[in-house]
């Protein structure tokens, strides 16, 4: 994996001789990207533009490559996106400032622990956590809809039918939501 790195690397860095290490340690890159921030991304952006205006002024078309950005891409599984659909409903009665029957903020993490391990044995209890944190989520969802009524429903009404939609999703149906 690491040769393949290397490999891809000195291609895209333009180097003509192949070489046995990277031109720089890659989480460099992300720690200066976040230290010069949004602003200083632009004004790079900017001085290249103004460095290459002529040759950028005889192109018909100007392409960017984009294939060092980050993306803020998770697994697609049911577990993330139950733990997306809690994390929602807590944001959201932290915002109508509601009093949770019950919250499971002690659960939850337990739960996820224990989905976590990825032994053999330990296969028919990785499926009870999985089904409890849809249960988690689906009462979660019960309480905060009681709770806020119409008003809420109104407000909300797009999150709440996206997290029902996730809830309500088979393994085999047509159509899922996936992230």
Same mark, same amino acid.
């Given at each position: 994996?690491?040769?393949?790195?290397?490999?891809?690397?000195?291609?895209?860095?333009?180097?003509?001789?192949?070489?046995?290490?990277?031109?720089?340690?890659?989480?460099?890159?992300?720690?200066?990207?976040?230290?010069?921030?949004?602003?200083?991304?632009?004004?790079?952006?900017?001085?290249?533009?103004?460095l290459?205006?002529?040759?950028?002024?005889?192109?018909?078309?100007?392409?960017?490559?984009a294939?060092?950005?980050?993306?803020?891409?998770?697994?697609?599984?049911?577990?993330?996106?139950?733990?997306?659909?809690?994390?929602?409903?807590?944001?959201?009665?932290?915002?109508?400032s *509601?009093?949770?029957? =019950? #919250?499971?903020?002690?659960?939850?993490? !337990?739960?996820? &622990?224990?989905?976590?391990? %990825?032994?053999? +044995? *330990?296969?028919?209890? =990785? #499926?009870?956590?999985?089904?409890?944190? !849809?249960?988690? &989520?689906?009462?979660?969802? %019960?309480?905060? +809809?009681?709770?806020?009524?119409?008003?809420?429903?109104?407000?909300?009404?797009?999150?709440? &039918?996206?997290?029902?939609?996730?809830?309500?999703?088979?393994?085999?149906?047509?159509?899922?939501?996936?992230?």
């Amino acid at each position: 994996m690491r040769g393949n790195a290397i490999l891809t690397c000195s291609i895209f860095c333009g180097e003509r001789y192949f070489q046995w290490k990277l031109p720089c340690e890659p989480s460099e890159l992300v720690h200066f990207r976040k230290r010069i921030g949004q602003s200083g991304v632009e004004n790079i952006l900017k001085m290249t533009v103004e460095l290459h205006a002529q040759q950028v002024a005889r192109e018909p078309e100007l392409v960017a490559d984009a294939t060092v950005q980050e993306a803020n891409v998770k697994f697609p599984t049911d577990t993330r996106l139950h733990m997306d659909c809690i994390e929602k409903l807590w944001r959201m009665g932290d915002q109508e400032s *509601l009093k949770w029957r =019950r #919250r499971y903020t002690f659960t939850v993490p !337990k739960v996820l &622990a224990r989905l976590r391990t %990825r032994s053999n +044995r *330990l296969v028919k209890e =990785r #499926r009870k956590c999985r089904r409890k944190l !849809k249960t988690i &989520a689906g009462r979660l969802l %019960r309480d905060f +809809r009681r709770q806020v009524g119409l008003g809420g429903e109104l407000l909300y009404g797009e999150s709440l &039918a996206l997290v029902e939609r996730v809830l309500a999703q088979k393994r085999h149906d047509k159509g899922l939501f996936v992230a």
